[in-house]
């Protein structure tokens, strides 16, 4: 018997790995994740034939609630409210690992040095990611408005993680380790985690996420080696390894070291003071003016940030992308690493609105089009397309690659007010002589636009 499900935790394994390959294209992303799923179910159901394995009411029970509770969730979630979903998801993969770890040391006994290290670091990073990611739902979902933040903040993080770090090693060390010792491991532990994500802003949350998410990899990986289940090391070693390679991708396509992602205080909206004085001033375009300049264009980039997403209007860009088409005029997205709440954020919209995968292109591969380009629309985007980013060595955005929006000829800017984004930042772009602002919602000025767009 330990064979065969040594062989079924291998053959769901192959299926994580396979899945995870194929989600790395969005042509074949469906299929990869009910092949991941295939595999997750594999491995549930052949752990109900491990030697020894009681209380199968109560894990049926547990199965049950919690997936009527996912699926329910998942087909309600609105495509815009994704990324408050994945946070709160992966934290709960952190709170898992934790718990395992939890019974694990509750019960006590040594089982070698390296086992008990394994488990007090799963117990730690799980615990950490589970309070760090409600933190950071709570900050995408709206519900934490602003990034709190106090004197000396950095210094009590670092005081609670090494207590963390001392209560972990006497629960290491003890052959049975006391409930004070334990739960006041765990506390720290979490309150390390949530403190950890209090002071970012909402900008930086897509390099929050993916880390937090490389953290619970490494957690269930961890905890796999205490149970010495195979599935779980390689299916946590996997998404470790994901989510620290997306993690190092998305602080590089900011520019930024990931410990100035957690460590500083851009993304805040706290603004910025050292950045050089704005010249000129914005104006206003009417939905009419726009429409005209775009339907006579020969090409057209459209620039998606979060603005669209909260605006739910990415039907309405695909829905005038269409009309243009019709028109003769050449339409593609660009798409910058970091736009939106969750990496891939911007993709996904476009994906589920009916976009042509074919019309979607990164940074890098539409960049050098835009000083050729007639019209650029920016709808609800700020630092991923601001110039001063490639000008200002005082901005805080300074070096991060950005999209060279303010090369075309003309820019149009759908924007609901003259705020800064979430970083705080002004974005010079909109202060240019080729920009036009239209401001309102997004999904409304859209409408408009699509409306004047048919009468010509």
Known sequence: MAGLIQIVYFAAAALFILGLKRMSSPKTARSGIVWAGAGMALATLVTFLYPGLSNYLLILVAIGVGSYAAWVSGK??????????????NGMGGG?????????????????????????LGALIGAVSFSG?????????????????????????????????????????????GAFSIIAFFLLALAFGAMMALPIGGADMPVVISLFNAFTGLAVAFEGYVMQNAAMI????????????LTQLMAKAMNRPISNVLFSNFGGGSGATAEEEVKGSMKASEPQDAAVMMAYAAKVIIVPGYG???AQAQHKVWELAELLEENSVEVKFAIH???????????????????????????????????????????GANDVVNPVAKSDPNSPIYGMPVLNADQAR??????????????????????????????????????????????L
């Open 76 to 89: 309600k979630v609105a495509m815009t409210d994704m990324p408050q979903m994945i946070a709160i998801y």
């Open 96 to 120: 898992a690992a934790a718990c395992i770890a939890a019974v694990e040391l509750l019960k006590g006994g040594s089982h070698g040095a390296v086992h008990a290290l394994l488990g007090v």
């Open 133 to 177: 990611s409600v933190v950071a739902w709570a900050k995408l979902d709206g519900r934490m408005k602003k990034a709190i933040r106090f004197p000396r903040q950095k210094l009590v993080n670092l005081g609670v993680f090494v207590l963390a770090l001392l209560f972990g090693l006497i629960v290491m060390g003890a052959s049975q380790p």
């Open 234 to 245: 390689i299916a946590g070693t996997v998404v470790g390894a994901a989510g620290s390679l």
């Open 308 to 310: 669209m997403a909260v």
């Open 337 to 379: 690493p970091v736009a939106g709440r969750m990496p891939g954020h911007m993709n996904v919209l476009l994906a589920e609105a009916g976009v042509p995968y074919d019309k979607i292109f990164d940074l890098d591969e539409i960049n050098n089009e835009f000083a050729s380009t007639d019209v650029v629309l920016v709808i």
């Open 410 to 455: 003309n820019v149009l800017v759908i924007k609901r007010g003259q705020g800064a984004g979430f970083s705080g930042i002004e974005n010079h772009l909109f202060y240019l002589d080729n920009t036009r602002m239209v401001y309102g919602d997004a999904q409304k000025v859209l409408a408009e636009l699509i409306g004047f767009v048919k009468t």
